[in-house]
């Protein structure tokens, strides 16, 4: 090798160390790159914490209601008061706040059983995963066994991948339960 194709060749390589010395060198901005790179986590982390928090204030809220309002079952006013579905569903929407359109979305299945044995819930999913509307409402007499069911599709506001989402269009289901033997009521 001749003297100056080392002497073209080192200055070429003193040129890129140059260049990137440099670039080590000056701090300005790493700051910023550094919360480019941490930001997208972070924001993430609280948009899902936010919405995980939603879901269990909302599904608390709706089985305190539902809680509530089976009562009026379980000790015979809905019965001889002769409440409809529509007057039962808007006693357990007084209870919830306004967190969600209860009247809109709420679904009901209320059931009545000779025994606790005997209770047998069907799936509130049909076969594609989306929630059935075939729900009946059956308060039963004094002394009948009765689940009281209710059920609100809840929108995320992020679909993370293996996050909240219970159902097929990512949203979650939310469930709330009330089983008991009414008390005897009437004649």
Known sequence: MTKP???TRNGAQGAKRGILHRFRADPSGVTAIEFGIVAAPFFALMVALIEVSLVFFANFTLE???DKASRMIRTGQAQTQGFSEAQFKQSICDGVTGVYDCMAGLKLDVMRFDNFTGVNLPDPLDGNGELRTDFGFDPGASGDVVVVRAFYEWELIANFPGGLGNMPGGGRLL??????????FGD
Do not use: G, K, L, M
Not at 175 to 184: G, K, L, Q
């Open 64 to 66: 305190n209601a539902v």
């Open 5 to 7: 194709e080392a002497s």
């Open 175 to 184: 469930v709330a339960t009330a089983a008991f033997r009414n008390e005897p």
